[in-house]
């Protein structure tokens, strides 16, 4: 077996855009896909996003499963692993992809419009990958992707609900590419920069076209793949370009005392050059 070939993935907010793209490379390179999405699942089997993507999948020839529930909560997270192992016995990747925007600068931001982009973004990841984990452990194989954005590393005006979940998958994916490493458990993340229902609005036509969602997936699948060992790593994807992120240290400066303020503040220039800068390693 070799790539995605045979193996059992998970690909959340599925429907359209960045996950449906996802879903239907998925399953031309031959894996079976868990199609979640909780858009129009009210409209019945026929008119639901998931089951369009899943239908489409199907009559390629390839192995689909339609789910809904959502994963911003902790049963929706289950339900959707419950019901990928009750279909095929097995879960072998997570592709984290669902997501939502409630745009609006700080000053104005609700409570709900905070939460609300938190628990899809950043809970969302947490419940399915959760209720994957024992399942990853015990066949001592898995593949976790989240799903981060320009917006969280760069940040963004009128995003600050948006860049604080994007941000905090990178620091799970971080910790659980430290927590995988022994049961042969990968943990990475793709930043996608593509046109979707969520950021289409925000492009002119030239750079909508250019930004074409199919161009991020050949990197998720090979994230997902079993051909890719690497854990850890953040790759940005955008219109045909791929490239890694990665956290760098200046050198900085050094004290053999306790500075003063006055101290920092005449040796900051050295502190915040980053001339010389290498990859930070974390302390511990």
């Not at 905070?114 to 969302?124: N, P």
Request: hydrophobic share 45%.
């Amino acid at each position: 077996m070799a790539g995605v070939e045979g193996r059992v993935v998970v690909v959340t907010g599925a429907g359209g855009g960045l996950g449906r793209q996802h879903a239907l490379l998925l399953a031309s390179q031959g894996a079976k896909v868990a199609v979640n999405d909780v858009g129009d699942a009210d409209a019945g089997p026929s008119g639901s996003m998931a089951e369009q993507v899943a239908g489409e999948i199907h009559d390629a020839g390839g192995g689909a499963l339609a789910n809904h529930d959502d994963v911003a909560t902790s049963q929706g997270g289950r339900a959707l692993i419950e019901q990928t192992l009750s279909r095929w016995g097995r879960v072998d990747g997570v592709v984290n992809n669902a997501g939502i925007l409630r745009d609006v600068t700080l000053h104005k931001m609700t409570d709900e419009q905070w939460d609300a982009v938190l628990k899809v973004h950043a809970y969302g990841t947490f419940h399915v990958t959760r209720a994957a984990w024992p399942h990853l452990r015990a066949q001592q194989f898995g593949r976790v992707v989240v799903t981060s954005s320009t917006s969280g590393l760069y940040g963004n005006v009128g995003q600050a609900n948006y860049a604080t979940a994007k941000m905090g998958v990178l620091g799970l994916m971080a910790a659980l590419a430290r927590e995988g490493a022994r049961h042969q458990i990968t943990a990475n993340a793709i930043v996608p920069l593509a046109t979707t229902r969520m950021t289409a609005p925000l492009f002119d036509d030239e750079t909508a076209e250019r930004l074409d969602p199919a161009y991020v997936s050949p990197a998720v699948v090979h994230l997902v793949s079993e051909d890719c060992t690497d854990s850890g790593m953040a790759i940005l994807a955008a219109g045909g370009s791929y490239r890694r992120v990665a956290l760098f240290e200046s050198p900085g400066a050094s004290f053999e005392h306790v500075p003063t303020p006055a101290e920092v503040a005449a040796r900051w220039d050295s502190i915040t050059d980053l001339t010389g800068a290498a990859p930070g390693i974390a302390p511990l």
